[in-house]
C-alpha cells in the first residue's frame, strides 16, 4: 500500500474503533503528521484521558503506554510496537530500587516518569524533565533518593539545596552527546543558541544557552528572537520545531542522537494495531493504584 493509503485507513479505523492516536515528540515524521495528539509522554497520557475515545493508540515506548494506562484504566491502550522500550526505564528495578531505600530508610523517592509503572508503585513521587526542580523542591524532605536517571537527577541538584541520592541510570541516545559535538557545532554556526534536555551529560548541559524539557523547546523557540538553533535532543523533535517555526532554521547537535526504540513505530505497525486491537498494554490494579498516587502528587506540581 501507498503511505497515504494508509493513513486513510488508519484514520478510517481510528473513527471506527472510537480511538485516539498519540505520537511522541521523538517518532517519525510520518507518524506524527498523522497523530491526533503530539507532545511529551505525560502530557500524551493527561490528554488521552480527557478524550472520550474508547482506546488509546500510543506511539511511543512501553512505559508510556503503562502510564496511559495508568491515568485511564477504563480505555484500552495500544502500544503498536511491543518491543519499543526504554534503555533508561529498564536500569532501575524494583528490587534495586527497594534496596536502596533500605540503605536511606524514610528517604522519599522521586522517580522521572521515563521508569516502569512497578517503579512508580514503589515512590513517593514522579517527576518529568519540565517539573523535575519544582517537584524536588516542594518536598519538605532535606533528602531525596532519585531514580533512574543520574543526568536530570544533577541538573536538579544545581537547583536545590537538599542532599541526593543517585540512582546510576541514563538515556544512551542523549548520552551520545559529547561537548566537542556541541563546540564543532557553535563553531560551524556562530550566533546560532545551543538548546539541549537535562538527560544530556551535565558537561553538555553546561555549554547550554537554554536546558529545558521537550515542551519547554517548543515554547523557547517560537518566543525566541534568534533565528538558529543547535538542538540537543532525539532527532524527531526537529519536525515539529520546523512546523511551527518556518523562518528559523534548527540543527541537530549530533547525527548520535537518534534513539532506535523511538524509530520503531511505523505507519504500517499503526495500521495492524488498529485492525487487530493488540497489542495491549495493561497495568494490573495492585501496580497501578500506587502508581497513580505517585503520579497525581506531581500533576499538582505546576510544568513549565
Same mark, same amino acid.
Given at each position: 500500500?501507498?503511505?497515504?493509503?494508509?493513513?486513510?485507513?488508519?484514520?478510517?479505523?481510528?473513527?471506527?474503533?472510537?480511538?485516539?492516536?498519540?505520537?511522541?515528540?521523538?517518532?517519525?515524521?510520518?507518524?506524527?503528521?498523522?497523530?491526533?495528539?503530539?507532545?511529551?509522554?505525560?502530557?500524551?497520557?493527561?490528554?488521552?484521558?480527557?478524550?472520550?475515545?474508547?482506546?488509546?493508540? =500510543?506511539?511511543?515506548?512501553?512505559?508510556?503506554?503503562?502510564?496511559?494506562?495508568?491515568?485511564?484504566?477504563?480505555?484500552?491502550?495500544? !502500544?503498536?510496537?511491543?518491543?519499543?522500550?526504554?534503555?533508561?526505564?529498564?536500569?532501575?528495578?524494583?528490587?534495586?530500587?527497594?534496596?536502596?531505600?533500605?540503605?536511606?530508610?524514610?528517604?522519599?523517592?522521586?522517580?522521572?516518569?521515563?521508569?516502569?509503572?512497578?517503579?512508580?508503585?514503589?515512590?513517593?513521587?514522579?517527576?518529568?524533565?519540565?517539573?523535575?526542580?519544582?517537584?524536588?523542591?516542594?518536598?519538605?524532605?532535606?533528602?531525596?533518593?532519585?531514580?533512574?536517571?543520574?543526568?536530570?537527577?544533577?541538573?536538579?541538584?544545581?537547583?536545590?539545596?537538599?542532599?541526593?541520592? =543517585?540512582?546510576?541510570?541514563?538515556?544512551?541516545?542523549?548520552?551520545?552527546?559529547?561537548?566537542?559535538?556541541?563546540?564543532?557545532?557553535?563553531?560551524?554556526?556562530?550566533?546560532?543558541?545551543?538548546?539541549?534536555?537535562?538527560?544530556?551529560?551535565?558537561?553538555?548541559?553546561?555549554?547550554?544557552?537554554?536546558?529545558?524539557?521537550?515542551?519547554?523547546?517548543?515554547?523557547?523557540?517560537?518566543?525566541?528572537?534568534?533565528?538558529?538553533?543547535?538542538?540537543?535532543?532525539?532527532?524527531?523533535?526537529?519536525?515539529?520545531?520546523?512546523?511551527?517555526?518556518?523562518?528559523?532554521?534548527?540543527?541537530?547537535?549530533?547525527?548520535?542522537?537518534?534513539?532506535?526504540?523511538?524509530? !520503531?513505530?511505523?505507519?504500517?505497525?499503526?495500521?495492524?494495531?488498529?485492525?487487530?486491537?493488540?497489542?495491549?498494554?495493561?497495568?494490573?490494579?495492585?501496580?497501578?493504584?500506587?502508581?497513580?498516587?505517585?503520579?497525581?502528587?506531581?500533576?499538582?506540581?505546576?510544568?513549565?
Amino acid at each position: 500500500m501507498h503511505a497515504d493509503e494508509i493513513k486513510q485507513e488508519i484514520r478510517t479505523l481510528l473513527k471506527e474503533r472510537n480511538a485516539v492516536l498519540l505520537a511522541h515528540n521523538y517518532m517519525r515524521d510520518e507518524v506524527q503528521e498523522i497523530a491526533d495528539i503530539t507532545g511529551d509522554s505525560l502530557g500524551l497520557s493527561q490528554e488521552a484521558a480527557k478524550t472520550s475515545a474508547a482506546v488509546i493508540v =500510543f506511539c511511543g515506548v512501553h512505559f508510556m503506554a503503562e502510564s496511559a494506562s495508568i491515568l485511564s484504566p477504563d480505555k484500552t491502550v495500544l !502500544l503498536p510496537r511491543l518491543d519499543a522500550g526504554c534503555p533508561m526505564a529498564d536500569m532501575v528495578t524494583v528490587e534495586g530500587l527497594r534496596e536502596l531505600k533500605a540503605r536511606h530508610p524514610g528517604v522519599p523517592v522521586v522517580t522521572y516518569v521515563n521508569s516502569s509503572a512497578a517503579v512508580k508503585a514503589e515512590s513517593d513521587i514522579c517527576c518529568t524533565s519540565a517539573n523535575a526542580v519544582k517537584v524536588v523542591n516542594s518536598l519538605p524532605d532535606r533528602e531525596v533518593i532519585f531514580v533512574p536517571d543520574r543526568n536530570l537527577g544533577q541538573f536538579v541538584a544545581a537547583h536545590s539545596d537538599k542532599t541526593f541520592h =543517585f540512582w546510576d541510570g541514563y538515556c544512551p541516545t542523549h548520552e551520545r552527546l559529547k561537548p566537542e559535538d556541541v563546540q564543532r557545532m557553535k563553531a560551524a554556526h556562530p550566533g546560532a543558541l545551543f538548546i539541549c534536555h537535562p538527560e544530556c551529560n551535565p558537561v553538555v548541559s553546561a555549554l547550554a544557552d537554554h536546558v529545558c524539557s521537550t515542551s519547554g523547546m517548543y515554547d523557547y523557540c517560537r518566543t525566541s528572537p534568534a533565528r538558529t538553533f543547535i538542538v540537543g535532543t532525539e532527532a524527531g523533535i526537529l519536525y515539529r520545531l520546523r512546523q511551527e517555526n518556518p523562518g528559523k532554521e534548527f540543527i541537530l547537535a549530533s547525527p548520535a542522537l537518534v534513539c532506535p526504540n523511538m524509530k !520503531l513505530t511505523s505507519l504500517e505497525d499503526i495500521l495492524e494495531a488498529l485492525k487487530t486491537m493488540t497489542p495491549v498494554v495493561k497495568v494490573p490494579e495492585e501496580i497501578r493504584v500506587p502508581a497513580k498516587r505517585a503520579l497525581d502528587r506531581m500533576i499538582a506540581i505546576p510544568r513549565d
